[in-house]
């Protein structure tokens, strides 16, 4: 009886051992597409990790970009005032040339006048004088008199043509003002239009990561579905398993002849699985960025050789869109090449340079500072002056920093 027992024990064993590898198979495949399953879902959650990552770095630089714009727009409209003022004084000196000039035409007039007449009557006329002079007090008087007329005539003469030249002088001053102003206000535009044409770019750029999210939100959905399926699957597979094995344990116990685990285990090899180690994490000797320096206070000496190889190009001429020291460049080409002989990189445009660096007060501006206007920069030089690519009409010229509203200070060295 005993050795029926075992017999019919080993058969059962034996059935297990061929049940088991079918059984074993099917689940290690099972597993096997979850865990590809799980690899592509890992792929695609990170994918749109990523994309929504680059959208939202997007979205920050058109707000950027959008607040940079306002700031141009508000440049342009400064600008466009300062145009509309000096074209005003510009009329108003215009008129006042015109006045200062027929006067002293007038005046030039009556003087040719003047003398005209006491050449065409020669010596009669001041003989003229003597006999209706009453006396000789009379007649001293009345040639003193002739004579203050004609002192009076040539210093009005005199005063009229040096009034004419302070007007001249103002208007070609003021001309040169609006040409500036017309400098800055053109390259203001083509910032703004720049700037527009890179936010509808990046905004269209984000629209395509709108439609490639979609695309993979809907393939993690896929994954995702599949995912569960084959969970309920593979816990089915293993259920079934189980049973298999609770059976044959089972008819075991009723053979009085119940192996142990370790015994069955080793009968049944493919039925044992080994435990998986758990990842042991950080060991802790992970690198750390190393903190930045303190930034530099402010290297004057520095600041002041800037200063002095800006004043080098002075009379070289003025180029829209031009950053060549000697054969043109505009306000910000001009800064932004000095400032790179140096090693020194700043932004390209105006706006950009407004925001360089680190600002300070006017009042405590040292030589080699960014002075910003509306749309223009210079280089401080010290003592209220500074050096610019003002316009085509000037060039890179020397100038009073006060000649127009600053809006910004920026030290960089």
Do not use: W
Request: hydrophobic letters at 35%.
């Amino acid at each position: 009886m005993r050795k029926k027992g075992i017999c019919i024990g080993l058969a059962i064993l034996l059935t297990f051992s061929v049940v088991t590898p079918v059984q074993a198979t099917t689940i290690s495949d099972a597993k096997n597409a979850k865990s590809k399953t799980e690899s592509n879902l890992n792929a695609v959650n990170s994918q749109i990790d990523s994309l929504e990552g680059q959208k939202a770095a997007l979205a920050n630089e058109v707000e950027e970009m959008d607040t940079q714009l306002v700031d141009i727009l508000t440049s342009i409209s400064i600008c466009q005032e300062e145009i509309d003022t000096k074209e005003k004084e510009i009329g108003q000196a215009k008129e006042e040339l015109a006045a200062v000039i027929v006067k002293e035409e007038e005046q030039d007039e009556a003087m040719r006048m003047r003398l005209k007449f006491l050449y065409e009557q020669g010596e009669s006329a001041y003989l003229q004088l003597l006999l209706e002079s009453k006396s000789i007090a009379d007649m001293l008087t009345k040639a003193q008199y002739v004579e203050k007329v004609y002192a009076y005539d040539k210093e009005l003469l005199d005063e009229y043509k040096e009034t004419r030249e302070t007007v001249k002088t103002l208007k070609e001053k003021l001309e040169e003002e609006e040409a500036d102003l017309l400098a800055s206000n053109y390259e203001l535009e083509q910032e703004q239009e720049a700037l527009e044409a890179a936010i509808a770019e990046k905004k269209d750029t984000i629209q395509n990561f709108d439609s490639k999210l979609a695309s993979a939100k809907k393939q993690a959905e896929a994954y995702k579905s599949q995912l569960k399926e084959q969970t309920a699957k593979l816990k089915k597979l293993e259920e079934e398993q189980q049973k298999e094995k609770e059976a044959i344990q089972a008819q075991l116990a009723a053979q009085e002849k119940k192996p142990s685990k370790g015994t069955l285990a080793a009968s049944n090899p493919a039925n044992y699985t080994a435990p998986q180690n758990e990842p042991t994490g950080d060991d802790g000797n992970s690198e750390k960025e190393a903190p930045s320096a303190p930034a530099d206070p402010g290297d004057s000496s520095m600041g002041q050789q800037i200063a002095n190889y800006a004043c080098q190009f002075v009379g070289n001429p003025y180029k829209a869109g031009g950053t060549s020291l000697t054969d043109g460049a505009d306000c910000s080409g001009f800064v932004q090449s000095v400032y790179r002989h140096f090693g020194y990189v700043i932004p390209r445009d105006s706006t950009s340079q407004r925001s360089a660096g680190r600002a300070v007060d006017y009042a405590n501006a040292q030589p080699g500072d960014i002075i910003c206007y509306a749309g223009h920069v210079a280089i401080y030089l010290g003592n209220g002056q500074i050096v610019h690519a003002s316009s085509e009409r000037t060039g890179i010229k020397y100038g009073n920093a006060t000649y127009r509203t600053i809006l910004s200070v920026r030290r960089i060295v």
